[in-house]
């Protein structure tokens, strides 16, 4: 099996991650299964880079890598105390109930 066949299963399961994170943005309105599929899609694109970066000898994707599972972690922590503060003011993470602009 030549290495470009590999480099094809790994972007495969990539796009499989990113699809299923798409369809749980577009579809769920919990706000913490949103915020669980923005991650996933996440660690798909992560798992591409990971992917041509081994596939073409580069650090650099694998350095991207980090730098993005940083963000990511950043993002983790403000997107989990904005969760939690729109729980405490609406007794509801449903993204259908919050509106932000009325009173």
């Avoid at 000898?57 to 730098?67: E, Q, S």
């Avoid at 904005?82 to 007794?91: G, L, V, Y």
């Amino acid at each position: 099996m030549n290495p470009q066949e590999h480099l094809y299963y790994y972007l495969a399961v990539s796009a499989a991650l990113f699809m299923l994170g798409m369809v749980g943005v577009l579809i769920r309105r919990n706000a913490i299964i949103v915020f669980l599929c923005i991650e996933l899609m996440l660690n798909a694109v992560n798992l591409s880079l990971v992917a041509f970066s081994s596939y073409l000898n580069d650090p650099t994707g694998t350095m991207l890598v980090f730098f993005v599972m940083c963000v990511a972690a950043a993002e983790a922590v403000v997107g989990l105390a904005i969760i939690i503060a729109m729980f405490r003011n609406r007794e509801s993470v449903n993204i259908s109930d919050i509106n932000i602009f009325k009173w």
